[in-house]
Nanobody
Framework: DVQLQASGGGLVQAGGSLRLSCAAS????????IGWFRQAPGKGREVVSC????????YYADSVKGRFTISIDNAKSTVYLQMISLKPEDTAVYYC????????????????WGQGTQVTVSS
């Protein structure tokens, strides 16, 4: 079974930090791009960040540049999203996703989706 297990969400005050993890299994991790999406209440799904497991190429949405950092541990088949200087507008359910092609994630059409983890940033 394909699994993308997101974890690390929680409640944090504005200005705080969280690190999300996405543990992958059931597919050829080192041949895929892994990314993060988020969806806030009443809003559409937004691509947050993406990384290629093969060449390290990264993408960040303008709204998170300079605050979020995506990284990958191929040995553990795990992708991380380090989030600092969190704002109330970062509040959303964050989803991990994977696609054979980098643009499959960036363009919003990944092959696989995981369940989300809730991030809530209080004022």
């Amino acid at each position: 079974d394909v699994q993308l297990q997101a974890s690390g969400g929680g409640l944090v005050q504005a200005g705080g930090s969280l690190r999300l993890s996405c543990a992958a299994s059931g597919f050829a991790f080192d041949h895929y791009a892994i990314g993060w999406f988020r969806q806030a209440p009443g809003k559409g799904r937004e691509v947050v960040s993406c990384i290629s497991s093969s060449d390290g190429t990264t993408y960040y949405a303008d709204s998170v540049k300079g605050r979020f950092t995506i990284s990958i541990d191929n040995a553990k088949s795990t992708v991380y999203l380090q989030m600092i200087s969190l704002k109330p507008e970062d509040t959303a359910v964050y989803y991990c996703a994977a696609d054979r092609f980098f643009l499959g994630v960036v363009d919003g059409y990944p092959d696989y989706w995981g369940q989300g983890t809730q991030v809530t940033v209080s004022s």
